[in-house]
């Protein structure tokens, strides 16, 4: 992977949001995407313990310039969910204003679930390229757990959200979810990618039965990930 990508996984829980037992029970991925030359990075899918993240991203000397959104999911991005209140891109917003990146189809559910205002989101389709520093993020759709979910690729790196675990895919009997689309997403569109890519998914869902835990080529996770045979 190119010298210049700084990407770092945080996981719920462990690395950050210690004493929230829910956020460490729903094990999401958090990831800083940036230039280490530049010293700018992204967060993907601000959530849980921002002031947590952010401490994450200080420590590295990397200075937050932007969020990215895979889903509007309030795990993913702030909000309410059974009966909890999720940190998010509100208080994201509160201690270091900066853009917010999201699909097209998924700014009306981002800003239903955390309030924000249509001018506080920058909205993308499909081959989009987000730029930190010198780093190129590439938006790609891939709809089905929701309208407007979307990966991000850049260099070697593939962050998934909930497309596309180490093991399964993310559901599709949720508001806005789609069979069809999570088929179509996983047989066709991701298809297309390369299998060194390496994936980066949205929970640690399935890491025990990789050598790595928290990613995987996605050659091994086409070997290994059952939820591509149910298609």
């Known amino acids: 992977m190119d010298d210049r990508l700084y990407l770092r996984q ?8 210690r004493q929230n037992p829910v956020a460490a029970q729903m094990a999401n ?19 849980w313990d921002v002031r947590g993240v952010l401490d994450r991203a200080a420590e590295d000397d990397m200075k937050v310039v ?19 209140t999720v940190q998010g891109l509100p208080e994201l917003l509160a201690l270091n204003p900066c853009p ?3 699909h097209e189809a998924e700014a009306h559910g981002v ?8 001018t506080d989101l920058t909205s993308h389709s499909s081959g989009d390229k987000v730029k930190v520093g010198e780093v190129e993020i590439e938006c790609l759709h891939t709809p089905g757990h929701t309208p407007g979910s979307q990966c991000f690729r850049c260099k070697g790196a593939l962050i998934a959200g909930d497309t596309l675990f180490l093991q399964g895919c993310g559901r599709v ?12 997403t996983l047989t066709q569109r991701l298809a297309t990618l390369p299998g060194d890519l390496v994936l980066y998914p949205g929970h640690s869902y399935g890491e025990e039965t990789y050598t790595t835990p928290g990613s995987a080529s996605l050659t091994d996770v086409r070997r290994r990930n059952q939820a591509l045979g149910w298609f």
Request: with cysteine.
């Open 100 to 102: 917010v990146h999201v």
């Open 66 to 84: 932007g969020a990215m959104v895979t889903h509007y999911h309030p795990d993913h991005c702030g909000g309410s969910m059974f009966g909890f």
């Open 111 to 118: 800003r239903t679930v955390t309030k924000l205002s249509a």
């Open 10 to 17: 945080l996981r719920a829980g462990r690395d950050f949001g």
């Open 173 to 184: 009997d949720l508001p806005g979810g789609n069979a069809e689309e999570m088929r179509r």
């Open 29 to 47: 991925f958090i990831y800083l995407v940036g230039d280490r030359v530049t010293r700018e990075c992204v967060i993907i899918d601000p959530a």
